[in-house]
């Protein structure tokens, strides 16, 4: 889809993502999305996550027809807090908090520096950087929100926020959420800090949306088609443009993307699935922060190991618990499984043949990813907005089982232990080829080749990209 035009009458967007690979890595996709609509994207980061995007970005501009390459701009973080990896992926805890918030505000004023100086002539910031709303108004440019989650989990965030059913202190007796079109019971105990107890960013967060131009989804239509048009209250329109991973085509794309792979890796592994039968592979990762205690580490392999399906299971280390630790080299090479540490090729892993189920920590990306590659889910969320993302998957769209009744928390020891016979039975349930098996495979069967069309010229998130992208040249047109 090679779409040249004259610079001047180019759109130029600034993507500012947030310093997180959930959202870093599917706005990264969508500037490559929007360059391919013929706009002019620039990234702005930081120097250590420029390090984790240039590759793919390099492999994009080299091999990209439309001759327009994307631009990526440094910005250096004025403060501390985000040291030494710059990124929530390489910190102790996951935890979003007020003061991680707070020193995001410094970059502002780099920020402004950088629009003062290139002029472009639109914002797409992540819904974190809540100061942006008043740099885009400083320059009179609209500013598009990207939070990198689905409408159903905002949905049920925001329905949740306003009105927590039980207060009666029994955290593990289920309620439903009201005004929804499906019945999700859900506990107190499996709802994030954010949704229990307001906070000022949360409030600011909302504000923004309601002052921006408008909200761009990583989701499609036909996957949350009861939930788009309900998501009014939050933001003034959105545009649903997704699934972005579908973005990285050719298979340096997905080994590319994110972060950079340890040597040897996609060999290993892409020898290793080679020689394993079609779909009879179980993929295992908690996303780019997922961490457990050692207990549930020894009870997640001894639940693969009873499940006797081939697994590749890939264990982040970053922050947390090192692998030797708690399992000698030599025990780990005796597995019918492959365990793995640091950062995985999952868009690669996902979409090869042998892959047939995935345990997943039920991060949206995740979430997409394994839909788009037509791949069951066994959930095992964590926090945030997981276990919101966990029932849309088992409950709405019907394609993965639950492990079991979780507890929602950023900290491990928080969470209560999964034993083996709970994740061998829930493996078994997605990988057995069984009639429900049969049916979920179905399912994400379907939903995967509409993913497919919704990308496609014609669909729904190509036309809605083109109509976004329209609608701001207008905007440009009319200002000059
Ligand atoms: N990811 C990856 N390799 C890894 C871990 C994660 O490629 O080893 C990617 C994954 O494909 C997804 C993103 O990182 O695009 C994680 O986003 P998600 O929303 O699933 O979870 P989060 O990490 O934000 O909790």
Same mark, same amino acid.
């Given at each position: 889809m090679a779409v040249c035009q004259e610079n001047r009458h180019r759109l130029h967007i600034f993507f500012l993502p947030f310093l997180a690979p959930g959202h870093m890595i599917p706005m990264v996709d969508?500037? !490559? !999305?929007?360059?391919?609509? =013929?706009?002019?994207?620039?990234? *702005?980061?930081?120097?250590?996550? @420029?390090?984790?995007?240039?590759?793919?970005?390099?492999?994009?501009?080299?091999?990209?027809?439309?001759?327009? #390459?994307?631009?990526?701009?440094?910005?250096?973080?004025?403060?501390?807090y985000f040291e030494p990896g710059e990124n929530v992926?390489?910190?102790?805890? /996951?935890?979003?908090? %007020?003061?991680?918030? $707070?020193?995001?505000?410094?970059?502002?004023? #780099?920020?402004?520096?950088?629009?003062?100086?290139h002029r472009p002539d639109a914002i797409v910031s992540d819904a974190l950087h809540v100061w942006s709303p008043d740099s885009a108004d400083m320059f009179g440019i609209p500013r598009l929100v990207f939070h990198g989650c689905g409408?159903? /989990?905002?949905?049920?965030?925001?329905?949740?926020?306003?009105?927590?059913p039980l207060d009666d202190g029994d955290d593990e007796k289920k309620f439903v959420v009201p005004g929804l079109h499906h019945r999700i019971e859900m506990r107190v105990s499996e709802l994030p800090g954010y949704v229990l107890?307001?906070?000022?960013?949360?409030? &600011?967060? *909302?504000? %923004?949306y309601r002052r921006s131009y408008g909200v761009v989804m990583n989701t499609f239509t036909d996957l949350e088609k009861d939930y788009i048009r309900d998501d009014v209250a939050t933001s003034p329109s959105s545009w649903e443009v997704g699934p972005l991973s579908l973005c990285n085509r050719d298979?340096? &794309?997905?080994i590319l993307r994110g972060d950079v792979i340890a040597d040897g890796f996609s060999a290993t592994c892409m020898d290793w699935m080679d020689s394993m039968k079609p779909k009879s592979v179980l993929y295992v990762c908690f996303g780019s922060c997922g961490k457990f205690t050692i207990p549930q580490l020894k009870e997640i392999l001894s639940g693969l190991d009873a499940s006797g399906y081939p697994y590749i299971w890939v264990v982040k280390s970053v922050g947390g618990t090192h692998l030797s630790e708690w399992l000698p080299e030599e025990e780990r090479r005796s597995k019918k499984g492959l365990i793995l540490t640091g950062w995985a090729p999952q868009v690669l892993i996902l979409n090869h043949n042998s892959i047939g189920g995935f345990m997943s920590h039920c991060g949206w990306n995740s979430c997409l990813e394994s839909i788009t590659a037509g791949v069951p889910m066994v959930t095992w969320p964590l926090f945030g907005d997981q276990f919101f993302n966990m029932k849309f998957i088992v409950d709405v769209v019907k394609v993965g089982v639950e492990v079991g009744d979780m507890v929602c928390s950023e900290i491990a020891e928080?969470?209560?232990? +999964?034993? !083996?016979?709970?994740?061998?039975? $829930?493996?078994?349930? *997605? +990988? &057995? %080829?069984g009639d429900e098996a049969v049916a979920m495979r179905k399912r994400v069967s379907t939903l995967r080749s509409l993913s497919?069309? $919704? @990308?496609?010229? =014609? %669909?729904?998130?190509?036309?809605?990209?083109? !109509?976004?992208?329209?609608?701001?040249?207008?905007?440009?047109? &009319?200002?000059a």
């Open positions: 969508m500037a !490559r !999305r929007f360059t391919e609509h =013929g706009v002019k994207s620039t990234i *702005v980061t930081t120097p250590l996550n @420029v390090l984790r995007i240039q590759p793919s970005i390099d492999h994009f501009n080299n091999s990209s027809e439309n001759n327009w #390459p994307i631009e990526i701009l440094q910005i250096k973080f004025p403060s501390s992926s390489s910190f102790q805890s /996951p935890s979003i908090t %007020g003061e991680l918030l $707070a020193s995001m505000n410094s970059l502002r004023q #780099p920020f402004e520096e950088l629009l003062e100086k409408t159903f /989990p905002i949905l049920v965030s925001t329905k949740l926020m306003d009105h927590i107890k307001r906070n000022i960013w949360t409030d &600011d967060m *909302v504000r %923004g298979k340096t &794309d997905m928080e969470r209560r232990v +999964m034993t !083996r016979w709970q994740i061998e039975k $829930a493996i078994r349930r *997605v +990988m &057995d %080829g497919l069309k $919704a @990308v496609e010229e =014609g %669909g729904s998130s190509f036309n809605n990209t083109r !109509r976004l992208i329209n609608e701001l040249m207008k905007l440009k047109h &009319d200002k």
